[in-house]
């Protein structure tokens, strides 16, 4: 035992850098955060200037949940290597999170995609930042600019599906790009609904004790009095809750962002001032008979408004976007988690408009012509096809509502062609049941915590990204650098590709710094991608191409490598 431990020392201990960091993205992709970040920095104290140890630091921190710590390595790696894409992107990736770091957040994306124009991750990572701002046509054009790189790419797929569900994200009242903590807007949202349901809900039980106790105590004084104090509640109700906003200037564009944040709110501050004009209505002796239908619809206004909105609300939801389409795109990664979820809540809205569909045909047809309600024989075979392409199971409550659904529309069709009664009554019956299994599931999700029927349960796939490892080059390689006479430097500017002689040298992190003409430095800020070429004068036909992105530096070109390619003469085709 003993001679295998310290065997097991030795082994560790003999590990270099590289070594170390493989090691941490294999226990990263293992789902052991804690034991790669020891592993990352095994390999940041090795070599301080490995910029892939840093990175790895940061993916490290940040699977742990700790973004404010995941900042500074992701930093840190740009630093020692600017033109690395996946540097940038591991950059852009943690600063999303990060409050007032939102441009630079883009602005590494976009210089990620500039700099591997050929990598789908970048584009995907832009394609989030638009769908995280509810830019969904611009987020559509960066998913299938990815795919077009990478067909099989899970999160591009996933996320293209939300885009054209014009998926509202989990903060929709938050704008990313301000420089305010989102848990400051968070606390002042959640003021503004308690404010809002507590008012609703307190006017509400208000309206229907006032004319309970008038009509069937016949205690109509009484009852005033106590409306009076529902209003003067509202008072220290309204107080500690405003004082609980907090970032009051930010409360306007909220609600323009959040327009049910906003709905909610307006509905609330309405029914205050309905139900004081309600009270006073009922406090007058001898009212005129037309104002009667006024006094009913202040009440209605009141009792009524809540439960309206939220009907409007899912209705609303359930008509945004392009669920079929969004389906497409979810079938195409079934072993994808985040996928399966967010089909199961797709399939509900699809059978929420299916709902819809034959509730307003169904009324439509008994007010003016009953056998128009043939038509309810096409209406769920969306639905259908759905449900069948997406092979759901597990979801009792979907099945349930969906034969329902599909048995309102023949009973429903049954009524109107052959005038049945009981046709209708089967029909409307099942829609009704559909609404109460909707119920059902909905409460089922709400207390057991779990995904629910409903929009908000769609969730975003956030895979992590910039842990590539970084290019490595071989010890003939650094030989052909150290040793030749000279460099050759390889870009492109307006005129085309062009080549001059460089000197430079090759630093222990692998990056190239080059001296060049003033000309090379103008074109390299166009066009970053550029190719240097070595001979070894010790084998003399041994050649060394690295291909990389440059970035100036205050007196050197620094070229980071992308890919390495070496090869003996003649000839290209020899190349090893």
Same mark, same amino acid.
């Given at each position: 035992?003993?001679?295998?431990?310290?065997?097991?020392?030795?082994?560790?201990?003999?590990?270099?850098?590289?070594?170390?960091?493989?090691?941490?993205?294999?226990?990263?992709?293992? !789902?052991?955060?804690?034991?790669?970040?020891?592993?990352?920095?095994?390999?940041?104290?090795?070599?301080?200037?490995?910029?892939?140890?840093?990175?790895?630091?940061?993916?490290?921190?940040?699977? =742990?949940?700790?973004?404010?710590?995941?900042?500074?390595?992701?930093?840190?790696?740009?630093?020692?290597?600017? !033109?690395?894409?996946? *540097?940038?992107?591991?950059? #852009?990736?943690?600063?999303?999170?990060?409050?007032?770091?939102?441009?630079?957040?883009?602005?590494?994306?976009?210089?990620?995609?500039? $700099?591997?124009?050929?990598?789908?991750?970048?584009?995907?990572?832009?394609?989030?930042?638009?769908?995280?701002?509810?830019?969904?046509?611009?987020?559509?054009?960066?998913?299938?600019?990815?795919?077009?790189?990478?067909?099989?790419?899970?999160?591009?797929?996933?996320?293209?599906?939300?885009?054209?569900?014009?998926?509202?994200?989990?903060?929709?009242?938050?704008?990313?790009?301000?420089?305010?903590?989102?848990? =400051?807007? @968070?606390?002042?949202?959640?003021?503004?609904?308690?404010?809002?349901?507590?008012?609703?809900?307190?006017?509400?039980? #208000?309206?229907?004790?006032?004319? #309970?106790?008038?009509?069937?105590?016949?205690?109509?004084?009484?009852?005033?009095?106590?409306?009076?104090?529902?209003?003067?509640?509202?008072?220290?109700?309204?107080?500690?809750?405003?004082?609980?906003?907090?970032?009051?200037?930010?409360?306007?564009?909220?609600?323009?962002?959040?327009?049910?944040?906003?709905?909610?709110? /307006?509905?609330?501050?309405?029914?205050?001032?309905?139900?004081?004009?309600?009270?006073?209505?009922?406090?007058?002796?001898?009212?005129?008979?037309?104002?009667?239908?006024?006094?009913?619809?202040?009440?209605?206004?009141?009792?009524?408004?809540?439960?309206? /909105?939220?009907? %409007?609300?899912?209705?609303?939801?359930?008509?945004?976007?392009?669920?079929?389409?969004?389906?497409?795109?979810?079938?195409?990664?079934? @072993?994808?988690?985040?996928?399966?979820?967010?089909?199961?809540?797709?399939?509900?809205?699809?059978?929420?408009?299916?709902?819809?569909?034959? %509730?307003?045909?169904?009324?439509?047809?008994?007010?003016?012509?009953?056998?128009?309600?043939?038509?309810?024989?096409?209406?769920?075979?969306?639905?259908?096809?759905?449900?069948?392409?997406?092979?759901?199971?597990?979801?009792?409550?979907?099945?349930?509502?969906?034969?329902?659904?599909?048995?309102?529309?023949?009973?429903?069709?049954?009524?109107?062609?052959?005038?049945?009664?009981?046709?209708?009554?089967?029909?409307?019956?099942?829609?009704?049941? *559909? %609404?109460?299994? $909707?119920?059902?599931? #909905?409460?089922?999700?709400?207390?057991?915590?779990?995904?629910?029927?409903?929009?908000?349960?769609?969730?975003?796939?956030?895979?992590?990204?910039?842990?590539?490892?970084?290019?490595?080059?071989?010890?003939?390689?650094?030989?052909? $650098?150290?040793?030749?006479?000279?460099?050759?430097?390889?870009?492109?500017?307006?005129?085309?590709?062009?080549?001059? !002689?460089?000197?430079?040298?090759?630093?222990?992190?692998?990056?190239?710094?080059?001296?060049?003409?003033?000309?090379?430095?103008?074109?390299?800020?166009?066009?970053?991608?550029?190719?240097?070429?070595?001979?070894?004068?010790?084998?003399?036909?041994?050649?060394?191409?690295?291909? @990389?992105?440059?970035?100036?530096?205050?007196?050197?070109?620094?070229?980071?490598?992308?890919?390495?390619?070496?090869?003996?003469?003649?000839?290209?085709?020899?190349?090893?």
């Amino acid at each position: 035992m003993g001679i295998d431990g310290s065997a097991g020392k030795d082994d560790i201990s003999d590990k270099s850098s590289r070594e170390w960091c493989t090691e941490a993205l294999t226990r990263l992709n293992a !789902g052991r955060p804690e034991s790669a970040l020891e592993a990352a920095r095994r390999a940041a104290d090795l070599d301080p200037a490995d910029e892939w140890a840093h990175r790895l630091i940061s993916l490290a921190h940040e699977r =742990q949940g700790r973004d404010a710590d995941a900042l500074p390595p992701a930093e840190r790696a740009v630093d020692l290597a600017p !033109g690395s894409w996946s *540097a940038r992107l591991r950059l #852009a990736a943690i600063s999303r999170r990060i409050p007032g770091r939102w441009a630079g957040a883009v602005a590494d994306a976009v210089l990620a995609a500039r $700099f591997a124009p050929e990598e789908a991750d970048p584009e995907v990572l832009l394609g989030d930042l638009a769908l995280l701002r509810g830019d969904h046509p611009d987020a559509e054009r960066a998913y299938r600019a990815a795919l077009a790189r990478d067909p099989g790419h899970p999160q591009a797929r996933v996320n293209l599906a939300l885009s054209l569900l014009r998926w509202d994200r989990p903060r929709p009242h938050h704008d990313p790009a301000w420089p305010v903590d989102p848990r =400051q807007t @968070g606390r002042a949202r959640r003021a503004l609904e308690v404010w809002a349901r507590q008012t609703r809900l307190l006017l509400a039980l #208000a309206t229907i004790a006032v004319t #309970a106790a008038a009509l069937a105590l016949e205690a109509g004084a009484w009852a005033q009095v106590c409306g009076i104090g529902a209003l003067a509640a509202l008072v220290p109700l309204t107080v500690r809750q405003a004082r609980r906003v907090g970032v009051w200037a930010y409360v306007p564009a909220m609600a323009g962002r959040d327009p049910w944040l906003g709905a909610a709110v /307006l509905s609330a501050g309405l029914s205050v001032p309905a139900f004081a004009a309600w009270l006073l209505l009922g406090a007058v002796p001898a009212t005129p008979s037309w104002l009667d239908p006024v006094w009913a619809g202040l009440a209605g206004i009141v009792v009524l408004g809540w439960p309206a /909105l939220a009907v %409007v609300r899912v209705l609303a939801e359930a008509w945004r976007g392009r669920p079929m389409s969004a389906l497409a795109e979810l079938g195409a990664v079934p @072993g994808e988690r985040t996928a399966a979820r967010d089909t199961g809540v797709t399939l509900w809205i699809v059978l929420i408009r299916t709902w819809s569909v034959l %509730v307003a045909l169904a009324a439509g047809a008994l007010a003016v012509e009953p056998r128009a309600a043939v038509a309810a024989v096409a209406v769920p075979y969306p639905m259908v096809r759905a449900c069948l392409r997406a092979r759901r199971r597990g979801d009792a409550g979907l099945l349930a509502a969906g034969a329902l659904v599909a048995l309102a529309a023949l009973g429903c069709a049954a009524g109107g062609a052959l005038g049945s009664p009981w046709g209708w009554r089967a029909g409307l019956g099942a829609l009704g049941a *559909a %609404v109460a299994v $909707f119920a059902v599931r #909905a409460l089922r999700a709400w207390w057991h915590g779990a995904p629910g029927p409903w929009r908000a349960s769609l969730v975003m796939c956030d895979l992590p990204m910039g842990g590539a490892p970084s290019v490595a080059l071989t010890s003939e390689v650094r030989q052909a $650098f150290a040793y030749a006479r000279s460099l050759v430097l390889s870009y492109g500017d307006s005129m085309g590709p062009r080549v001059v !002689g460089a000197a430079g040298s090759l630093t222990s992190s692998g990056e190239l710094r080059l001296i060049a003409e003033p000309r090379v430095w103008e074109a390299v800020e166009a066009d970053p991608r550029v190719a240097v070429f070595a001979a070894d004068p010790l084998q003399r036909r041994f050649w060394v191409e690295v291909r @990389g992105i440059a970035r100036a530096g205050p007196d050197v070109l620094r070229i980071t490598p992308k890919q390495v390619l070496v090869g003996e003469f003649p000839g290209r085709h020899q190349r090893r």
